[in-house]
């Protein structure tokens, strides 16, 4: 019964993704299609003077050190089972960042890592996979309830208590959830929370340490990416509102699972929600997610790409398997 529930749910849970998608696309559609004629006009004359060699040249390198730092991250993680090298740690994340596009929430990340070890080391290495993940969303979480604050305060003052309130309720939450969790049957991609703690024990403190770091770095590299794009497209937005739009954004988008391929919509989506509070035009909205998703998303695919086609190992493996 629990095996046809799970397909039950799995069987469901397309139709909702697919309705989130149209939904978000038809949403994106209507704000674009509202005065958005003149300011066009206006983006298509600035074209030359916003895409500089300069500004390219800063959103490559920001891209370049988010993979960077992406990369050390896993082979500081990896480093639990087996020592590898920053090159060969370059080779699974791109090949596993191919893998993710296709499907939902970077499950095909999980298993593309796992096959690049042996067989006896795959589980841990599912574990470290949805750790590097879960330090990710950590990440987005805390700067996003942070962002949040921010906008409360800085956009809607009226509703202050009332984020006060949910920060005064929630921070008990944080010591109260790991008790609760012990006690009930909750598991996360197939694994119970149990196994999760005890799995996290055995790792080395600097492991975890260096991961997480690594983690908040890259955090800041693509949200400062964001804002910089914002800039760029001449947004009047201080420094402080600016990035608290943008932690709210990702925050928002990251909770809605969807296939990464189809990952821009969701955020452009809610980009455009956000930024109206003010009074961002669509368009720019529309092209700052896209340029994001561009540098971030699809340029790696060229380099992962490659990586496959000139290594057998990981179809080796994948025969073996079978």
């Not at 978000?24 to 030359?48: A, C, M, S």
């Not at 368009?283 to 699809?298: E, G, K, P, S």
Request: glycine share 4%; proline share 4%.
């Amino acid at each position: 019964m629990q095996g046809v529930s799970h397909k039950a749910t799995q069987f469901l849970s397309y139709p909702i993704k697919i309705l989130i998608l149209v939904a978000t696309l038809f949403f994106v559609g209507k704000r674009l299609t509202q005065d958005t004629i003149p300011i066009l006009e206006n983006f298509k004359d600035d074209f030359v003077s916003i895409f500089t060699y300069s500004n390219i040249a800063i959103l490559l390198l920001l891209s370049i050190l988010n993979w960077f730092f992406e990369i050390l991250k896993w082979k500081t993680l990896a480093s639990h089972c087996q020592v590898i090298s920053t090159k060969e740690s370059l080779k699974q994340v791109l090949k596993a960042h191919i893998t993710s596009l296709i499907t939902p929430a970077k499950i095909g990340e999980y298993g593309a890592k796992a096959l690049f070890f042996p067989a006896h080391q795959r589980k841990q290495i599912l574990f470290l996979t949805l750790l590097g993940n879960g330090y990710q969303m950590l990440a987005t979480t805390i700067f996003g309830s942070i962002g949040i604050g921010v906008c409360v305060f800085l956009l809607f003052p009226s509703f202050g208590w009332y984020y006060i309130l949910a920060c005064v309720l929630g921070i008990p939450l944080l010591y109260i959830t790991p008790q609760i969790l012990d006690k009930i049957r909750w598991s996360v991609k197939g694994y119970s929370w149990q196994r999760i703690r005890q799995f996290m024990k055995t790792i080395a403190s600097p492991i975890k340490q260096n991961a997480w770091i690594f983690s908040l770095i890259r955090y800041l590299l693509f949200a400062h990416q964001f804002y910089f794009l914002l800039l760029v497209f001449q947004v009047d937005v201080s420094y402080p509102l600016g990035m608290g739009l943008i932690a709210t954004m990702y925050l928002v988008s990251s909770l809605i699972p969807m296939l990464q391929l189809f990952d821009v919509v969701i955020k452009t989506g809610v980009a455009v929600y956000i930024f109206s509070w003010i009074a961002v035009p669509e368009i720019i909205m529309v092209a700052i997610t896209f340029l994001m998703w561009f540098f971030n998303v699809v340029l790696p695919i060229l380099p992962g790409s490659y990586f496959i086609m000139i290594d057998t190992t990981l179809t080796r493996k994948k025969t073996s398997a079978l």
